[in-house]
């Protein structure tokens, strides 16, 4: 999943960019609202993390831009003040959730888990194509019933792919969503294929088939037909 933090307290935006890296997720982080407004023309984001208090206006007058530019995006506000106000307005304004500084990491986590299953997943726990299902409560991917052991970029590879099944998903859009910011110094796609093939390469051990065909010079499109 990919995840924007607008935050501009430094030791909390990178407590929250560390412990969602740590669990796999590709975090992008702003301290204004004139960052996190270019990094929104930039990405496509799961879901957004958004402080009210910012140096240079309030988190909530961003929810539009957000609204306008992230189609299916979660949004999650985050306020030192436990003010009543700022919550209605901000739900008002399309954010989906709420939380009062100061909280817990597990308690800021479930709240995204719960957002990324109701607006990623519409509401799903598991992610079936075929006889690949994805579990994403427990971030276990099984092939029939057998455990795939998958890195956590190739969890997110696969995860990719299925969200996006019969879709040609060019080489530039994969890495984007695999390595965000990151890919502005990569000048080549070479790295992709590694993942691609040890994925390929598990799935098949375990008797999987391969839905994964390429599209010659443009990328590829996971397929069962
Ligand atoms: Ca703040």
């Known amino acids: 999943m990919k995840l924007l933090i607008i935050e501009d307290e430094t ?27 270019d990094k929104l023309l930039r990405h496509q984001f799961d ?3 958004l402080d009210i208090t910012l140096p240079d206006g309030s988190g909530i007058d961003i929810l539009p831009i957000i609204r306008d530019s992230q189609e299916n995006s979660g949004v999650l506000i985050l ?11 901000g739900l008002d304004l399309g954010a989906d959730d709420y939380l009062t500084k100061p909280f817990h990491l597990a308690e800021l986590n479930s709240r995204i888990k719960a957002l990324i299953r109701r607006k990623v997943f519409k509401g799903e726990k598991v992610i079936q194509f075929n006889e690949i299902s994805i579990n994403l409560s427990e971030n276990q991917t099984y092939i029939n019933d057998s455990l795939l052991m998958l890195t956590n970029k190739e969890f997110t590879l696969l995860l990719y792919l299925i969200n996006n099944k019969n879709r040609v998903l060019t080489k530039e859009s994969i890495a ?14 070479d790295f992709i294929y590694t993942h691609i093939k040890n994925l390929r390469k ?24």
């Open 176 to 189: 984007e969503h695999l390595w965000g910011d990151n890919i502005d110094f990569i000048d080549n796609y």
């Open 11 to 37: 030791e909390l935006r990178n407590t929250i960019s560390d412990f969602f890296k740590k669990n796999g997720e590709l975090v992008i982080a702003a301290e204004n609202i004139a960052e996190a407004e």
């Open 202 to 225: 598990k799935i098949i051990a375990k008797g999987g088939e391969d839905y994964l065909k390429t599209i010659h010079g443009i990328g590829y499109k996971y397929t069962s037909i």
């Open 47 to 49: 879901v957004i993390i």
């Open 79 to 89: 306020s030192a003040k436990n003010s009543l106000d700022d919550k209605i307005v």
